[in-house]
Structure formats: C-alpha cells, structure tokens
C-alpha cells in the first residue's frame, strides 16, 4: 500500500480486515513504528478520527505531530502558477515536501465545502498531499469519502455479524445542518466489497452518487428497506443532485424504536457524532441495539492496520 486515500488503495480487504482484527486481539506489530513520525493536519475539528489514530500509531510505537492547519498553519494555496498576491501565504509544493522532511506518513483531513460538486469531487487538497509529498498520505475524512471510516464500519460488521450474510441497511436521517456525503459514499464503498445483502434508503431527492452507487438498490420507502435488516447504519447527508442543500428535515425518517421493532433486532451503527433525537432516538442510543461505541472503538485497529501495511509495505 502506498497511501490510504480511497478503498482502491486496499489490495485485499478481507486480509486487512483480518489484520485490524488481529490487531485488536493483539498488539503484533508494536516495534514496527519505532523511530518514524505520523504528521497529522486538521483542516476541519474531529473527535474519533483524531484520537484513534494517534492511539493506532503510538500502538506501533510511532511518534504523532498534530497540527490544526485551519488555525495554526498558514493558509495554503493550492492551484499550480498563481500570482500569490492575497491572502495565501504558503502553497502546497512548498508546505507538502517540508511536512516530508518531517514525517514518515502525513495524514489529512479536509471536507468538502458543498457549494460546487465539480471542486469537491476534484479532491484538490488530497490529492495535492499525494502529489507532492514525498512520503504516504491518509485521508482522514476528505471531500468525498472517509475510508478509515469505512474500514472500520466493514471490520465491525464482519465482527458482528451472526449469520453468513447480513442484510445491511444504509439509512438517510434528518439533520439540521448539510452534511458532506463522504462516510455514506465510503460505506456503500465497503459494503460492495464484503459478502452482505446491502441495501440503501433516503428520500426522493436524497440519491448519492450514481458512480458510487453503481447496481446498489435504492429504496425511497424507509419502512420497506429496514424489514428484516441485521445491520442499520444511519447517516444524514445533504444532497446530491440539488448539491449540498437540505431538501427535508422530515423526522419520520429519524431512526426509533418503532423503526427498530421493523428489523431483524438490528445492531444500529453511527460514525458519530450523533445528533439525540434528531437521527437516532435516545431509546436506540441507549439501547443493547446500538453498537456505535464498539464502532468507535474499532477506529483504533482499522487505523493500525492501515498504518502497519503503509510502515512495511508488501515486496
Ligand atoms: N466518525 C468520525 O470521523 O468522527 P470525528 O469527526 O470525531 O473524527
């Protein structure tokens, strides 16, 4: 593996799911990081990612360099040739081959800013890391996915699941503010690649991406696609189509008990964080149901495998 920017990046998921399993059974690389350095850049706030990712590398006896770049860096200029006559101080040839000298892998995290698909779907500020580093870059929540999110979520279906082949259920869910659409677009990712009966609702207007979605069926009927399903991942995100606006904020499509009771006793999964009684109901969160603290806690070992396959790459 050469950087972790998207699910094309995993040569075998199964194996590396098997390797964040291992690794959470037990530590068996723990020496492997020793004497290298993760550089971490923060262009947006982040509990999990940030936390468990640093607990990953440190598991690997790696040294972590964390760094706000919206506040504490200098505000980077990203198109090739520009007069840098304004408010752009630094421009990403320079800043991206120092963080090089520095770090053994940097790891990024830059959301979409959902006012125009074309520069969001172009992921400048990811790909310009992978351009010019010298060194492997991880997408930790980009403009259009969250791989080590999907990994995880994969790895905690795979844990969990107790039938061969789990019927898995992405479901839309209110939300007050508009989200990008990167962890559904990573989770429909994963959920093709493992052996699950996956299916995705959201209301009409609510479609993802049709290149991510691929032959996935769509049902606009919340109530249909949850019937008998093991696994419910909720999530809001804005749309697609009418790109990043709020179309609805209809809260019969909040995920309750009464949705619950139309499932297979599902276990419920939420990246976090999750807004109470906006997407899910407090009688799920605090339900035996819901398994989104397990879900967080396996953000460690996905980022650990990851980060082990990028330390000691295969020959
Ligand atoms: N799920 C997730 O990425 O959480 P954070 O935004 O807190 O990192």
New binding site residues.
């Given amino acids: 593996m050469e950087n972790y920017i998207s699910i094309s990046d995993i040569d075998d998921l199964q194996e590396l799911i098997a390797e964040a399993l291992q690794l959470k059974k037990d530590n068996t690389a723990a020496n492997l990081g020793k004497g290298k350095t993760l550089g971490m850049l923060f262009f947006?706030?982040?509990?999990?990612?940030?936390?468990?990712t640093e607990k990953a590398a440190k598991l690997l006896g790696m040294d972590v360099m964390v760094m706000n770049a919206d506040k504490d860096g200098w505000a980077l200029e990203f198109e090739d040739g520009a007069i840098m006559n304004s408010d752009k101080a630094e421009h990403i040839k320079e800043a991206a081959a120092v963080l090089s000298q520095y770090c053994d892998i940097i790891a990024v995290?830059a959301f979409p800013g959902l006012k125009d698909r074309e520069k969001d779907q172009a992921e400048i500020v990811m790909n310009s890391f992978r351009k010019y580093a010298s060194v492997p870059v991880i997408n930790?929540?980009s403009a259009t996915g969250?791989p080590?999110?999907g990994l995880t979520d994969a790895i905690t279906i795979m844990e969990l699941q107790q039938v061969k082949k789990p019927k898995v259920v992405l479901t839309w869910a209110p939300h007050p503010r508009a989200l990008p659409q990167s962890?559904p677009n990573s989770f429909v990712e994963f959920m093709q690649n493992i052996d699950v009966e996956f299916i995705i609702t959201n209301p009409e207007g609510y479609d993802l991406d049709p290149q991510i979605v691929k032959n996935t069926t769509v049902v606009h009927d919340q109530d249909t696609a949850l019937k008998d399903a093991d696994f419910v991942y909720v999530k809001n995100w804005s749309s697609f189509n009418d790109y990043g606006k709020i179309l609805t904020e209809d809260k019969s499509w909040t995920f309750s008990g009464d949705k619950l009771e139309l499932t297979n006793n599902a276990k419920v999964m939420h990246?976090?964080?999750v807004r109470r009684n906006v997407v899910i109901n407090d009688e799920v969160l605090d339900s035996e149901n819901a398994v989104v603290i397990h879900q967080?806690n396996n953000?460690t070992f996905a980022a650990q495998a990851v980060l082990q396959r990028l330390l000691a790459p295969s020959p």
Avoid: G, I, K
């Avoid at 947006?44 to 468990?52: C, D, G, I, K, Y």
């Fill in positions: 947006n706030p982040s509990l999990r990612t940030r936390l468990s995290r930790l929540e969250h080590l999110q962890v990246c976090l964080p967080a953000r």
